[in-house]
């Protein structure tokens, strides 16, 4: 299944709650992010395209 379908952690306690502990020490720095981009169900080139946007914009290069 894609990423995003078939979910083998969800099935795993010991797996869902290493994944909370790692989220958790990550909270801070994920807190610092200047952007965000979901790539929740978009294919690899929608989620590129998406990038390159939020990328361009982020620089200032946009229309130039």
Do not use: C, F, H
Not at 42 to 57: F, I, Y
């Amino acid at each position: 299944a894609p990423w995003g379908g078939n979910r083998p952690m969800a099935q795993n306690r010991a797996a869902m709650a290493d994944l909370v502990a790692i989220l958790d020490a990550r909270r801070a720095d994920y807190a610092r992010a200047q952007a965000e981009l979901d790539t929740s169900g978009d294919t690899v080139e929608q989620s590129s395209a998406k990038l390159l946007r939020l990328v361009t914009t982020m620089l200032g290069l946009k229309g130039k």
